[in-house]
């Protein structure tokens, strides 16, 4: 979760890696390769092609080879926001980064709506993702509903309640295994039985 | 200029994806992955700069676009590649916590030549730090031990692996056989249980 995302975030990465589509406003010679239809070298006007999110960034919001449309996602988002109900979207199905995505292509959008959207969609969702937090993380996992941020926030609130409960019933005394040595044990019991099953003598079991 | 390249930045992004993909402990440092995404940026840039020197001399701005997007993919191959090494290494820190000084052999196998160097160093510095934190009470801290606060001194602990024989501070040796059970000092067993070869059990 990071909405000033630093260099190295990888979130962010992923976020940019994402493709727009580009409608092309003059000849671009030898870029082609862009264009999976083109014919020549160039890349003519009047064609869309999808470029990354990556290099758009790089570019003017006005620059004279692109022009950027915004994706149809956000526009039918609008109308559910309009009506206050978008605790029903599958918001992961629509875009797995609808809120960092749409942050990034707002000054594309010369109706100026994207900004609000997000805005309202959160603002709508968030007490919904508050209540699921607190059911134990048993709603019926679908991945489908959520984007990236808020799987994380309701990861974050089921952790929270756990906690909370432990400390209210006075469990959290125990030392625990190492969440990263309990995977690593795991990991390699179901090396050992994957070894066994093939019954050749394997030298990779290892011995700590 | 291939057709098959495409959008250049492609293996760069691999690279991360199989890293986010395999959860927690570290996936084996893709050696042959960050060379071709090295080689890529090489391509890269010595296409540009051939094409920049060309624009010096005869001044045709139409290749502008081409050259711009070049020099946008070969950042992105360049933040890729980094914050690969760096997510990485910030597994390899949480290692040295979790795990303790020395890597179980099978993660080890995963890690490239510089990267055991930086656990080394790392692993150095910390136990420096831990010297010096302590230095008002004449001996070190292990700054990895009483992560929460005790409630007892002893605890009753079960045994989770053959481990063979463990010293005590007093000179006491134990034997921690799989299934048997022990009342221990917390703070010399805490390290043990972290580690997965005791339970606490009460």
């Known amino acids: 979760m990071n909405f000033f995302p630093n260099y190295y975030s990888i979130e962010d990465i992923f976020v940019t890696q994402e493709k727009v589509e580009c409608k092309v406003n003059t000849k671009l010679q030898r870029m082609g390769f862009l264009d999976a239809g083109a014919e020549g070298d160039d890349l003519e006007p009047g064609r869309s092609i999808n470029l990354p999110l990556w290099y758009i960034k790089e570019l003017k919001v006005n620059n004279a080879y692109f022009t950027v449309s915004v994706p149809d996602i956000y526009k039918n988002v609008h109308k559910a926001v309009c009506e206050a109900e978008t605790t029903h979207i599958e918001l992961g199905r629509l875009h797995p980064y609808f809120y960092e995505f749409g942050r990034y292509l707002t000054p594309y959008d010369r109706n100026h709506v994207i900004g609000r959207i997000i805005f309202e969609t959160m603002r709508q969702r968030v007490r919904h993702l508050l209540d699921i937090s607190k059911n134990d993380g048993q709603m019926a996992k679908s991945e489908l509903r959520l984007d990236n941020i808020e799987t994380k926030l309701h990861e974050a609130g089921v952790r929270t309640n756990t906690q909370y409960i432990n400390w209210l019933q006075m469990t959290g005394n125990k030392i625990l295994i190492s969440e990263l040595v309990e995977e690593h044990q795991k990991k390699r019991k179901r090396d050992r039985s994957d070894d066994e099953g093939d019954s050749l003598p394997s030298s990779k079991r290892v011995t700590l | ?202």
Request: charged share 25%; with cysteine; aromatic share 10%.
């Open chain 2, 1 to 202: 200029m291939s057709r098959e390249n495409k959008l250049f930045g492609d293996k760069a992004f691999e690279l991360l994806k199989d890293l986010e993909r395999s959860s927690q402990t570290i996936p084996a440092f893709d050696d042959d992955g960050v060379r071709q995404v090295l080689e890529e940026i090489k391509a890269i840039f010595e296409e540009n700069v051939a094409q920049a020197s060309s624009y010096n001399s005869s001044g045709d701005r139409s290749l502008w676009p081409l050259l711009n997007y070049r020099h946008a993919a070969l950042q992105r191959n360049k933040r890729c590649l980094l914050a690969y090494l760096y997510e990485r290494s910030k597994r390899i820190k949480a290692l040295r916590w979790e795990f303790g000084p020395i890597i179980p052999g099978d993660i080890k196998q995963a890690l490239c030549e510089p990267e055991v160097q930086f656990f080394n160093n790392y692993s150095k510095s910390l136990a420096a730090y831990m010297c010096i934190a302590g230095c008002s009470q004449g001996q070190g801290i292990d700054l990895t031990n009483n992560l929460r606060p005790p409630k007892s001194l002893y605890i009753e602990v079960r045994c989770m692996e053959d481990y063979g024989k463990f010293e005590l501070d007093d000179g006491e040796l134990i034997h921690l056989k799989k299934n048997s059970q022990h009342y221990l000092p917390r703070a010399q067993v805490e390290s043990l249980v972290r580690q997965g070869i005791l339970q606490h059990i009460a």
